[in-house]
């Protein structure tokens, strides 16, 4: 296993709290209800979650919402992780803003993503 994504995990168990990622994956229009229908995966991983302070320089977009960093190990989510996505920590649900991947010998090794309530 590579070490840096050994480290993460670590760091990530040690400080971090459960959370519900929810994978929503985009269904296929039915013409008979005239509607698409979304599937929702769920599955629990540890994640570190940092407030995030929005100003008109930086990530003007969330301003006046609850923003937040969330750190994830890269081997906890299953296939990529997508900004249609939420991440719940107990009663908060997070929407997904951006996504950031760090490598290190040349393997994903942790997520940084930017989310957001409100």
Not at 62 to 82: E, F, M, N
């Amino acid at each position: 296993m590579n070490q840096f994504l050994t480290v993460a995990k670590q760091a990530i168990n040690l400080h971090g709290e459960s959370c519900v990622h929810t994978k929503v994956t985009n269904g296929t229009y039915d013409p008979a209800t005239g509607s698409v229908s979304n599937s929702e995966t769920n599955t629990t991983v540890t994640a570190y979650r940092k407030h995030l302070k929005a100003t008109q320089f930086s990530y003007p977009n969330l301003i006046g919402k609850d923003a937040v960093y969330i750190y994830l190990p890269a081997d906890s989510i299953v296939g990529l992780l997508s900004v249609s996505d939420k991440l719940s920590f107990g009663s908060s649900t997070y929407a997904i803003d951006s996504i950031q991947e760090h490598r290190a010998l040349n393997e994903l090794v942790m997520y940084r993503v930017v989310a957001y309530r409100g």
